[in-house]
């Protein structure tokens, strides 16, 4: 069995241990799936980040140790030659969205999110990848070469029968409206893009999110870094890189679709523009959680080296960097009360996971006298793309209902925070209110310097 991702972190799981099941085939990634101990903790219902698949449909099925005894039985081979483009595989794997919530909560953290993205490459590899995968996964590049892409998601979102003809041909839910792009992508500030060597320097990367759909983000970040007494520099593609041109991606919507050898693409495309921030040390800034958040963890089973290491011990979110360097005393942040009135707080899954909400409590408590209260709640159910396919936007909207939707329609005049792009989109289609990153709350708290 050839495999995509690089699994020799768990070449030693299960050694010694006479429960651990690992299957006959498969190597260390069977070894990855085997860490699953049956302890059932993923089939409770709690609120919190736990498998948003399970909660909402209460099949034990659609939960991480329900997926495991699939996954066991394809891996020995139990299933027949062709599992991983069989029947019973897909519908196990078909509901996980990724939300890395097992891996946090998991008493042996099976990483079911990093497992999907290899059993999609296996399924990729046997069966080819759909026109709508192909698309969706190829984001950054159709919105970078095809300008006229953002005037066909408009007229798609203003028109029932283009809508119906997206469903129909590839698979897009009509009821569901794309996000859309900006009228022009994110540009950087002319003085900002030559790096900086001191231990002030800081290099922005402004994800394809915030690129091409919500620049102001991008902005408001340089503009609060700026203000707290930073070099900013954003992240260009290095001068040979093979498309100077266009903006660096970090390959989530590749990797999130099991297209990995387009990722490590990606991943080398930033590693050869961060080479000498990587070896000066120089903290690298980003925006978009799962983009963030991938480089700390799924880039390291792409097998890139001793760079990707390096990288991901030197990017941190903006919420992150700036708690960080304020518990240092090295900020320089004035701000001032915003506007009264309680703001909600929605974390992406990705950051719950990992522990990074602290942070952001961290920075949000900075702002005087901000009201604020974070939801506890699972996924919001949009999960990349997976909230916009047609088959699956029901059930999106069911995992948003469990707890986020609610919540939100509770305090109907609060103020909404969200810092993923898709929990931001999911909430304007759940409560038609629009929430905002974290970024923007600071930028506007502010205070204006006096003129000299």
């Known amino acids: 069995m050839k495999l995509h991702l690089d699994w020799s972190a768990y070449e030693t799981a299960g050694q010694g241990d006479a429960y651990a099941g690992i299957p006959a085939t498969g190597g260390d990634f069977a070894k990855a799936v085997a860490v699953c101990i049956s302890d059932k903790q993923c089939q409770r219902k709690p609120k919190g980040v736990m498998c948003p698949s399970f909660r909402a449909t209460d099949d034990v099925a659609q939960s991480p140790g329900g997926r495991v005894q699939v996954l066991k039985a394809a891996l020995n081979g139990e299933l027949g030659e062709s599992a991983f483009a069989g029947k019973a595989l897909a519908e196990a794997m078909e509901l996980c969205v990724g939300c890395k919530g097992c891996k946090r909560e998991c008493a042996n953290q099976v990483d079911m ?14 069966q080819g990848v759909s026109l709508r995968e192909r698309l969706i996964a190829d984001l950054p590049q159709q919105l970078h070469h095809h300008v006229f892409m953002r005037s066909i998601i408009r007229w798609r979102n ?19 409206k794309l996000p859309e792009p900006s009228a022009a992508p994110y540009e950087a500030p002319a003085f ?21 759909f919500e620049p102001e983000i991008a902005q408001a970040a340089h503009e609060v870094l700026s203000a707290a007494g930073y070099h900013v520099s954003t992240l260009l593609p290095a001068a040979n890189d093979d498309e100077p041109e266009r903006a660096l991606c970090c390959g989530r ?6 297209q990995v050898e387009q990722a490590k693409r990606e991943a080398r495309r930033m590693q050869l523009a961060l080479r000498s921030a990587l070896a000066a040390g120089t903290p690298i800034v980003g925006l978009e959680p799962s983009c963030i958040l991938s480089l700390r963890d799924d880039h390291l089973k792409l097998g890139l ?15 992150e960097f700036i708690a960080r360097e304020h518990d240092r005393k090295r900020l320089t942040l004035d701000l001032k009360p915003l506007p009264p009135g309680k703001t909600l707080v929605h974390g992406h899954c990705h950051q719950k996971a990992v522990g990074a909400m602290k942070s952001l409590r961290k920075v949000l408590r900075m702002i005087p006298e901000l009201d604020f209260e974070f939801i506890e709640s699972s996924c919001c159910g949009m999960a990349g793309s997976f909230g916009l396919e047609a088959e699956h936007a029901d059930i999106s909207m069911q995992m948003a209902e469990l707890d986020l939707l609610p919540a939100l329609r509770a305090s109907p005049d609060a103020a909404i925070l969200a810092n993923g792009f898709s929990c931001r989109h999911q909430i304007r289609e759940g409560v038609e209110r629009n929430a905002r990153h974290v970024a923007l709350l600071l930028r506007d708290a502010l205070k204006e310097k006096t003129p000299c």
């Open 113 to 126: 999110a990093a497992i999907k993205i290899e059993y999609q490459a296996q399924r990729n590899e046997k």
């Open 158 to 176: 203003r028109s029932s029968w283009l809508a119906k003809l997206g469903e129909v041909f590839l698979g897009i839910s009509a009821k569901r």
């Open 192 to 212: 900002s893009t030559a790096v900086i060597k001191d231990d002030r320097a800081v290099i922005l990367f402004v994800d394809t999110f915030s690129n091409h």
């Open 253 to 258: 919507t590749y990797l999130s679709l099991g």
């Open 305 to 319: 080296g001793d760079e990707a290491v390096a990288l991901s011990k030197q990017v941190y979110l903006f919420e």
